[in-house]
């Protein structure tokens, strides 16, 4: 039987199954704390249209929507595979959290603070930084100067800047960090990418994640339905990996005069795919054919 003893829970399981329990809030609450250098309470979670998954991303990534006690908003993204659109897909989800979160007859200045993080286990964009944070500012075009808020409109909205009133993004590019650190963000990098809580973790929440993400309070129809879970991961990253090396291997083929950019060539990547057992979402999604152009192959 397995030794179950100091092994932890996926982030990504535990924000489906666990960190949606109040009592766990304490794990979630530790994560912002310590991304954002403030504390962070939540308040509750909610239900967004935005955070809602389909089939494919069942399996494909978890969403978790949380608001703190100040009433800011935070979407949490986990993404266990690539999107060549992910970039994208964070702007879709704070733009409709934006509308969805304001009453109906509500003035501008009621929009919510809208913070994005996005823990990502593939190589997102070109770079070489572990976590990114992205927010909106405006500049002089002429000096350089940085637009601020009016005295009266600080007071107002209570913040202190421009960027303040716009959403924020973060990017965990965990996947490649393995390496143990005093530094309590890189502790958790450390955890979203190993499952590992080495005894003298110090970062906020990882003490309640050990004590709430332990394999061994699992029962074994849950352990079931977890490794039935690790099992699919794997799969559909060895099937990304698979389509894209395929993928890319044409696009070096340009060089020998093959012509990428024809609905031929499109349709024979599709068709290999298809071939490969691979999804009609995810043929999509990588050759921008139809359901019903797939479906003819």
């Known amino acids: 039987m397995e030794d179950l003893a100091n092994k932890y829970i996926r982030f990504d399981w535990a924000m489906k199954r666990l960190l949606r329990d109040k009592a766990n809030f ?23 249209e935005s955070n809602q998954e389909d089939e494919f991303d069942k399996q494909n990534r ?14 949490i993204e986990v993404q266990n595979n690539s999107e060549y659109a992910y970039f994208q897909r964070m702007l879709f989800g704070t733009s409709k959290l934006v509308t969805e979160y304001i009453n109906r ?25 572990v976590v990114y944070h992205g927010k ?20 107002k909205f209570n913040v202190d800047s421009v960027s303040d009133l716009y959403p924020e993004y973060y990017i965990l590019k965990v996947n490649d960090f393995n390496k143990w650190s005093k530094v309590p963000l890189e ?13 003298d973790a110090t970062a906020p929440g990882l003490s309640e994640a050990r004590e709430k993400l332990q394999l061994v309070r699992m029962s074994k129809a849950e352990l079931n339905a977890y490794y039935h879970h690790l099992d699919n991961v ?64």
């Open 26 to 48: 304490g794990v979630l609450e530790g994560f912002l704390t310590t991304l954002l250098n403030e504390e962070i309470k939540i308040n509750k979670l909610l239900e967004s």
């Open 62 to 75: 978890v969403d978790l929507l949380a608001e703190n006690d100040k009433g800011e908003l935070f979407l």
């Open 105 to 129: 007859g509500k003035g501008y200045g009621f929009i919510r603070k809208i913070y994005s993080v996005n823990i990502v286990y593939f190589n997102l964009g070109n770079g070489t930084d």
């Open 136 to 155: 909106t500012e405006f500049r002089g075009i002429h000096n350089g100067e940085l637009l601020n808020l009016s005295p009266f409109q600080k007071q």
């Open 187 to 199: 502790q958790w990098i450390y955890f979203l990418n190993t499952g590992n809580i080495p005894a």
């Open 234 to 297: 794997v799969i559909l990253r060895d099937n990304i990996v698979t389509a894209r090396g395929r993928a890319e291997g044409r696009l070096e083929g340009r060089a020998e005069g093959i012509n990428i950019g024809t609905e031929q060539t499109k349709t024979d990547i599709a068709r290999q795919m298809k071939s490969d057992g691979m999804s009609v979402s995810t043929i999509m999604k990588y050759t921008g054919l139809t359901e019903e152009e797939i479906g003819k192959l």
